[in-house]
């Protein structure tokens, strides 16, 4: 009896499910695009911004992995250092004038 009413549903809604199939394959396809799409703008985002940070060219710089920078050691090389008051470039990096 169930197998009956089962058999007789799949009969009456057989000629919709390659339509609804393509379509629902399609829009995974297309999420994971997307996805892919966000994370990459995303990474970009977030690599521009690090690259922002002026810690490495600061001649309060140590490159020492206890002592980062001796005026603002916990902000060092962090978006916090940013917009860091005390950046003062190292010779090698600075301008001619």
């Known amino acids: 009896m169930v197998f009956q009413i089962l058999a007789r549903l799949i009969q009456i809604i057989q000629p919709f499910l390659i339509p609804i199939c393509f379509v629902v394959a399609w829009s995974l396809v297309a999420m994971v695009f997307w996805q892919v ?3 990459a703008r995303d990474g970009v ?3 521009k911004q690090m690259h922002q ?3 490495a060219d600061c001649q309060f710089f ?3 992995y206890n002592l980062k920078c001796t005026v603002h050691p916990m902000s060092a090389l962090s978006e916090d250092a940013i917009d860091c008051s005390d950046y003062s470039p190292t ?3 600075r301008m001619p004038e």
Do not use: E, L, N, S
């Open 37 to 39: 799409y966000t994370a």
């Open 91 to 93: 010779a090698r990096t």
């Open 45 to 47: 985002k977030q690599a």
């Open 62 to 64: 140590t490159g020492d």
């Open 53 to 55: 940070i002026p810690c």
